[in-house]
């Protein structure tokens, strides 16, 4: 582990170098920045403070050092859910780093990404689509500089990936579909066929065609990137997991069950070893078996399936997240299936009344959830009458 490498380092900074100098700085932002990622984050924020403070005054406020620091400041206040200061840090950061933006110093690009996913997480889709373009812009600039930077193109790639992912959660898939196809193209120029971003963006391509009824090609996708992950090793990985629990996906439309219940198990099991049996991550692999045993017919198999998820999601998220209306509305129409229609209607209203706090009605899950439970009145007003 990286911490007592650190923190041993930082003593004798602290003891050769004295505690107000550069290098001590240096090492701060590094033990800082593994406090943060174990989620020890006032301690982070103290170690980050002390370096900016130490390279404000030793460097100045306008070096590039120094901005570094500040952005790490600001991804610490986002991670935080301290909004407004992470957006402070983040421009101040970018105030000073794009002073020096060259191929070998790529901080403002850097920055400017994290903007970007600060704007996407606020759900300002537009401002986060305007940061990733002006990336590019400035990419391309290097770029045209220094055309074989290595570092400078993969970033182009990560930058078109990331846009790609946002254009398609604002519906706009053609453009979305063009920038994967650029990064894709990019990362198989730098890494060769096998990489992990390579895979990663062969995922994101691949839901995307799943979204538009392209399944072959979805299919296509999906296994050349379990193949990918396979032949360097990446089995035992989250990643791995969610591509096998997506491929399952297009097994299912394509009506081959038996395939899907295979690969939907291997991603449980995955997903139980390395996140853990009650992992947010291992419910939705438990809805989407669920699901498959409902189309089957084999009520008794999906109902504990779907009774564990709501439990982990319930647990996990609390009892008023969407991934919890969701699943109430998947065991309503379980239970809807096995006619018992008291416990679908009590579970279709508990679904209504999440999705509806948390996204309004007019959106399509509250749509799709009410339709649902019309449709189930419809049903026994019939059988009334007959």
Excluded: C
């Excluded at 490498?5 to 932002?29: F, H, Q, R, S």
């Excluded at 620091?69 to 421009?91: C, P």
């Excluded at 099991?269 to 390395?274: A, L, N, S, T």
Aim: net charge negative; no cysteine.
């Amino acid at each position: 582990m990286l911490l007592p490498i650190y923190e041993e380092l930082l003593d004798t900074a602290e003891k050769e170098l004295g505690p107000e100098a550069p290098g001590t700085a240096a090492v701060l932002n590094g033990l800082a920045g593994i406090y943060r990622y174990i989620g020890k984050y006032e301690e982070a924020l103290r170690l980050f403070t002390r370096a900016l403070r130490i390279r404000e005054k030793v460097s100045g406020p306008e070096q590039p050092e120094t901005g570094d620091t500040l952005g790490e400041l600001g991804i610490l206040y986002y991670v935080m859910d301290r909004q407004e200061e992470a957006l402070s840090y983040y421009t101040k950061a970018l105030g000073v780093q794009e002073k020096f933006l060259n191929p070998e110093n790529l901080g403002a690009i850097r920055t400017l990404n994290r903007m970007a996913f600060y704007y996407k997480g606020m759900e300002r889709t537009e401002k986060a689509e305007e940061l990733f373009i002006r990336t590019l812009g400035m990419l391309e600039k290097l770029a045209e500089k220094d055309p074989e930077n290595k570092k400078v193109l993969a970033y182009t790639a990560g930058t078109l990936n990331n846009l790609g992912v946002l254009l398609a959660e604002m519906g706009k898939l053609e453009e979305a579909e063009e920038r994967y196809g650029q990064a894709l193209k990019l990362q198989e120029n730098i890494y060769g066929k096998e990489h992990p971003q390579i895979a990663q963006t062969l995922n994101n391509l691949a839901l995307l065609y799943f979204q538009t009824t392209r399944y072959e090609k979805a299919l296509i996708l999906y296994t050349r990137s379990l193949e990918i992950m396979q032949n360097l090793g990446k089995t035992e990985h989250s990643g791995f997991a969610t591509t096998l629990n997506n491929l399952a996906g297009v097994y299912v439309q394509k009506g081959r069950h038996e395939k899907a219940l295979e690969l939907y198990t291997r991603a449980l099991d995955i997903r139980e070893r390395v996140l853990g049996p009650d992992s947010p991550e291992v419910a939705k692999t438990l809805n989407n078996l669920g699901e498959l045993h409902r189309i089957l017919g084999q009520h008794k198999k999906a109902l504990p399936l779907y009774s564990r998820a709501l439990k982990i999601y319930e647990a996990t998220l609390g009892p008023t997240h969407p991934d919890v209306g969701t699943t109430l509305n998947n065991l309503a129409g379980l239970h809807e299936s096995m006619e018992e229609y008291e416990t679908a209607i009590e579970l279709y209203e508990k679904a209504l009344d999440i999705i509806e706090k948390e996204y309004g009605p007019d959106h399509p899950y509250f749509k799709i959830t009410r339709n649902n439970l019309l449709g189930l009145y419809e049903k026994i007003e019939r059988s009334w009458r007959s």
